[in-house]
């Protein structure tokens, strides 16, 4: 089902994207405002997207990997605007909006799927399922990038040397506590996204656990980020070795969302559940 | 007989320090000076600047050779020094010369540390004794308050300003590279050097509130925490107290580390990994290098950070080009508006002598006219008036537009002779008419 909404969703995220890596550049604060704005307009135009799916599918948007990609993107710049509010840290947006760019490129090259939808799609548990696991990436997103920074930025006081970047990035202390509430959030929605899927497979399928690789890997990366965040909270783990824990987790997510689906065969296999699959 | 704008003084590129002691003024001092500028008849208007790097009088006159020896006479008595130890080291500048000093100094263009920011505050405030002695006047006014715009402009349009150049202030800007805000922060100072003090005091003005000193002698560190309202500890206690600390000024004249890496490595665990950042300014070194490979601990020590301003001294070298382009830019402005001011003299004789002669002439149309009620007198006054008014309104706007030109200075001759406005004759305007 091709839509104007979704191509204007891209456009404005990949506007954001050079208006943001142009003030990485050039410094100026109006850019990082305008770039934000832009990346605002995108966001509503996405938002209106998946309004308008919603309404012609009868279900969340996200049977296919296309649709599963720009869902994705559209929770990374959401969970992004709502930590500008809070952090006002300009820099985030370059490091954000083509990360969440990216993923809405990847999701235009997929093919658009057509078909009905099967009746078992049809439940309210698929969307609070999909909704909380991909707010939670969306935050485990900022955590990663937050991640990314950190390391930049302390590797250049670790090593005295100062490169461009040093002066660009905030400091150390700011990037960590970015990382640890952007942890802090994602892990209830990663959880409360885990127990609504396997209520919906109850439902659906007549069983909570069926050792599909997709649950299996899942079950991986939520206890990644639940030694992580145990870490953290405990044995006061931060700065780098949290930042690299950060990454490795995030790795994970990617694979269970992207290799999961593509590799290895299981319901979860987007061709399987497509609007158009068997 | 057109007013100057001259600045005489000398800084730490003319005169070296004994001599620049010398003129050091104090606030009262500084007091005796201006009035000392409002009572020489040569001088208009006058101002002036004693920084332990530099002294500054900047003055307006139309003798400016008379002026500039009496000023000189008035350092020779302030340093109590002779007239030929001073004459050769004060520089002195005219002109636009004069006005993009002080935009230099202004916006520390010009001093021993370029970019350093007290001198901006040091300039605002010989500024206001000069508006409380009322020795400003129309132009130094104006040429303060651009100097002022000039600093801002260059302070945000240039990196000139945003890096550190000091030591001290190097690990300050590292500290809040690492802990963001220095609110809250534990400052512990092991050895109690000056180097050290400075560093500590820089970090009190950044937001520190809590301090621990420990000091080999113990009555020394009772001494400097007394200074900083901080706890004095002995030495023992050093790796108790680091547990706490977050913030490690080492400068202790030990020939071995006194921070060891097992010491450190130990003491992680307890600190929950919070950040830690050593500043070592001891030669020797206090910390072991190793201490730097440790998560979450940074140590920099006293080459490191003269490596991190030699960057920012680079860095700001390529500034002040930029800003240079800036001074010139708004002394080409203030030039303008210097020209413009030229005219007004020349336009108000102009308008003087226009109303003389509507009264002259008006006086005598009375005694003519008979008997007038005093609504028709105020309509013969209000044409004669508008007449004049309308005739000089063309030449006024001319003189103005020619104002900013080079050959503005010729238009106002001309002006001047053509109306007449530099005879003594000026109260006979009547007469005069009369004749012709």
């Known amino acids: 089902m091709r839509s104007p909404w979704f191509f204007l969703a891209l456009l404005f995220d990949l506007l954001a994207t050079g208006g943001y890596i142009v003030y990485l550049i050039k410094q100026e604060k109006w850019v990082s405002r305008a770039s934000c704005l832009i990346l605002f307009i995108g966001f509503v135009f996405h938002t209106v997207f998946l309004c308008v799916q919603y309404a012609a599918l009868g279900t969340a948007p996200v049977l296919d990997l296309k649709s599963a990609f720009s869902f994705f993107s559209w929770c990374v710049v959401l969970v992004f605007l709502v930590f500008h509010l809070k952090f006002r840290i300009m820099v985030l947006g370059s490091f954000v909006a083509p990360f969440a760019a990216f993923l809405m490129i990847i999701s235009s090259a997929m093919p658009w799927a057509a078909g009905p939808v099967k009746p078992i799609f049809k439940s309210i548990w698929l969307t609070v399922h999909v909704t909380t696991i991909f707010l939670g990436n969306g935050l485990f997103a900022i955590t990663f990038v937050a991640a990314i920074m950190y390391l930049i930025q302390e590797r250049q006081i670790k090593r005295k040397r100062f490169g461009s970047f040093y002066s660009r990035l905030p400091s150390l202390a700011t990037l960590d ?72 987790c995030f790795c994970i997510l990617l694979f269970t969302f992207v290799g999961a689906t593509l590799w290895v065969k299981g319901y979860h296999d987007f061709t399987s559940i497509g609007t158009g699959g068997a | 007989m057109k007013t100057k704008i001259v600045d005489i003084g000398m800084n730490h590129e003319t005169a070296p320090i004994e001599l620049r002691e010398c003129l050091a003024a104090g606030p009262e001092s500084t007091g005796r000076i201006l009035s000392a500028l409002r009572g020489l008849s040569c001088i208009r208007e006058g101002m002036f600047l004693s920084t332990c790097n530099r002294i500054e009088v900047l003055f307006t006159s139309d003798r400016e050779a008379e002026a500039k020896e009496a000023v000189l006479s008035l350092m020779s008595a302030l340093g109590e020094l002779p007239r030929d130890t001073l004459s050769g080291r004060f520089y002195s500048l005219e002109g636009m010369d004069a006005v993009k000093h002080i935009f230099r100094i202004a916006s520390s263009l010009d001093s021993m540390v370029v970019g350093e920011p007290q001198i901006l505050g040091q300039i605002k405030e010989a500024y206001r004794r000069a508006t409380q002695e009322r020795t400003s006047g129309v132009i130094v006014n104006r040429l303060m308050h651009r100097a002022f715009h000039v600093a801002k402009r260059i302070r945000t349009e240039t990196g000139i300003c945003s890096s550190a150049v000091s030591v001290s202030y190097a690990a300050v800007e590292l500290a809040k590279k690492i802990f963001h805000s220095l609110d809250g922060k534990n400052v512990l100072l092991i050895g109690a050097g000056e180097m050290a003090e400075l560093a500590a005091r820089h970090l009190v003005n950044n937001g520190i509130t809590s301090m621990s000193v420990a000091n080999r002698t113990f009555e020394r560190a009772v001494d400097v925490a007394a200074r900083f309202e901080a706890r004095a500890v002995s030495f023992d206690e050093i790796a108790g107290e680091i547990v706490d600390a977050d913030i490690v000024i080492c400068s202790t004249a030990s020939p071995e580390p006194v921070i060891t890496f097992e010491q450190i490595k130990t003491s992680l665990r307890k600190r929950r990994n919070r950040p830690l950042f050593f500043i070592d300014i001891a030669v020797p070194r206090d910390v072991e290098p190793r201490v730097n490979k440790l998560a979450n601990v940074y140590v920099y020590d006293i080459d490191d950070l003269k490596g991190v301003i030699a960057l920012n001294v680079e860095q700001r070298k390529r500034e002040a080009v930029r800003a240079e382009r800036i001074v010139q830019e708004e002394v080409f ?92 004759r000026g109260e006979k305007y009547g007469s005069e008419s009369d004749d012709h």
């Not at chain 1, 959030?185 to 659906?204: D, E, H, K, N, R």
């Not at chain 2, 102009?350 to 009264?359: G, R």
């Not at chain 2, 001319?398 to 003594?424: H, I």
């Open chain 1, 177 to 248: 506590s970015i990382n640890h509430y952007a942890l802090i959030c994602g892990f209830p929605f990663l959880t409360l996204g885990m127990i609504t899927g396997s209520i919906y497979a109850q439902v659906a399928l007549g069983s909570y656990w069926q050792w599909d690789p997709k649950e299996v890997w899942s079950l991986v990366t939520w206890l990644f980020y639940a030694a992580l965040l145990h870490e953290r909270l405990t044995v006061g783990w931060r700065g780098r070795r949290a930042a690299v824990m950060s990454i490795v």
């Open chain 2, 333 to 424: 402005k203030f030039a303008q508006w210097l020209n413009t001011l030229s005219v007004v003299p020349t336009i108000v004789a102009l308008q003087e002598k226009a109303d003389a002669i509507v009264q002259a002439e008006l006086k005598k149309s009375y005694n003519l006219l008979g008997h007038l009620t005093d609504t028709q007198k105020g309509a013969v006054q209000v044409l004669a008036r508008s007449i004049a008014e309308k005739v000089l309104n063309d030449p006024i706007l001319f003189l103005k537009g020619k104002a900013e030109r080079d050959a503005g200075d010729t238009y106002l001759d001309v002006a001047r002779r053509l109306f007449n406005l530099d005879s003594n």
